[in-house]
């Protein structure tokens, strides 16, 4: 009685359907098709990689190439594996009272599959290749010459959208109820898009990670050079205080002097590393640190005459000479410096850190690829 009930749900089902549902949202192919637990178990399955993902890209132990083969996981891998299962198991219940009149052996949602690997593509399969080509030279054009790059993701947004039903509505002969499931298509694929391109983007930079592009100066070679893109894990400070050997990221202090040939655009940040906290004593002497009384060591790239004077400092500078006497730094700041030390602007210059200025703990390089290792 049970499998012939499944018999009569399933035989009006479309196998490229399924297949374009799975592939905005894998498993609701699955679920399309009745076959429910294995529909949640595809999804869950998909939200374990990404939560993988997510660990490994803020994980100070975990190389970024492992980020990179979880990545590829959770995007192209484990979604194609769901088509392919879902486009088998359709096929078995895809009787022929219910199937597709083909329009030159061609399949409307087939045409909408490719269509969502790129707008054109579908149509390009049913052989309108002017139409194809205008298609996705406009997709293109859209997402190189547009300025503004939030109109220009909402404009690409619904381009793709807009072809999609499209290029399904140009068959002459659809499916039985295809107009109530281009509706279903349309509402998921907005969902969907929404998700990827507004909601998770934001939730994970704000409040997960970044990946910064913009690092200036040599202050912290050779750990970190110029030029280097690199991953700032936001969570960990949410739930643990940052500690000696740390290096953080934290936006420039106001009222610092910047030397001459500081760029004058761009969203930068300042990496250095945590070498006292709230409440140790500092103090220099003959080219060793000491906190608290104690020599703690770190990185020093090499010896050379300071770059700035006291004077060319703010008015909250803390600038330790050789042989100074010690400096206690206040409750809840972080007395930082760069690893090369002699060309680091840090806290001799501006002062200790704050914990509410600190963005996060750089945990590892992510470009150029021939950098991309640890930090700790």
């Not at 490994?56 to 980020?67: G, L, R, V, W």
């Not at 959770?74 to 219910?98: A, E, G, H, Q, R």
């Not at 002017?130 to 859209?142: D, E, K, N, V, W």
């Not at 090369?340 to 200025?357: P, T, V």
């Amino acid at each position: 009685m049970v499998d012939l009930i499944e018999e009569k749900y399933r035989t009006s089902k479309k196998p490229w359907l399924a297949v374009c549902l799975s592939w905005m949202l894998p498993g609701m192919g699955q679920i399309y098709i009745g076959k429910y637990i294995r529909g949640l178990f595809c999804f869950l399955l998909i939200c374990l990689f990404y939560a993988f993902w997510a660990t490994s890209m803020i994980s100070t132990q975990i190389p970024f190439y492992i980020s990179l083969l979880l990545r590829l996981s959770c995007v192209v891998i484990l979604p194609i594996l769901i088509c392919v299962d879902v486009f088998k198991l359709t096929n078995k219940y895809d009787t022929d009272s219910f199937r597709e009149k083909p329009s030159k052996d061609k399949k409307p949602w087939k045409a909408v599959f490719l269509t969502l690997l790129y707008p054109g593509l579908g149509h390009w399969y049913k052989g309108k290749k002017g139409l194809a080509i205008s298609y996705i030279l406009t997709f293109f054009a859209l997402d190189i010459f547009l300025p503004d790059r939030i109109v220009c993701v909402i404009l690409m947004f619904f381009f793709h959208m807009c072809v999609c039903v499209q290029v399904n509505m140009s068959f002459p002969v659809r499916a039985k109820y295809n107009n109530r499931m281009l509706l279903i298509f349309a509402i998921i694929f907005i969902l969907m898009r929404c998700n990827t391109t507004f909601l998770s983007p934001y939730l994970l930079t704000r409040y997960i990670y970044e990946c910064h592009p913009n690092i200036w100066g040599e202050s912290m070679e050779p750990t970190i050079r110029a030029g280097d893109r690199i991953i700032i894990n936001k969570l960990i400070y949410r739930y643990n205080q940052p500690k000696p050997g740390d290096i953080i990221s934290f936006k420039p202090p106001e009222n610092v002097r910047y030397p001459e040939d500081t760029p004058k655009t761009g969203n930068y940040v300042f990496c250095k590393r945590i070498v006292a906290i709230g409440g140790e004593n500092i103090q220099i002497w003959d080219d060793k640190f000491f906190v608290n009384g104690i020599e703690r060591k770190f990185k020093i790239l090499k010896k050379e005459k300071p770059v700035r004077s006291p004077e060319n400092v703010s008015d909250r500078a803390i600038y330790l000479q050789k042989n100074s006497k010690s400096y206690q730094v206040p409750q809840d700041q972080y007395f930082v410096l760069g690893d090369n030390l002699y060309r680091s602007q840090d806290s001799r210059y501006f002062g200790a850190i704050h914990k509410d200025e600190i963005i996060g703990k750089v945990v590892k390089i992510y470009w150029p690829l021939s950098r991309t290792d640890l930090l700790y």
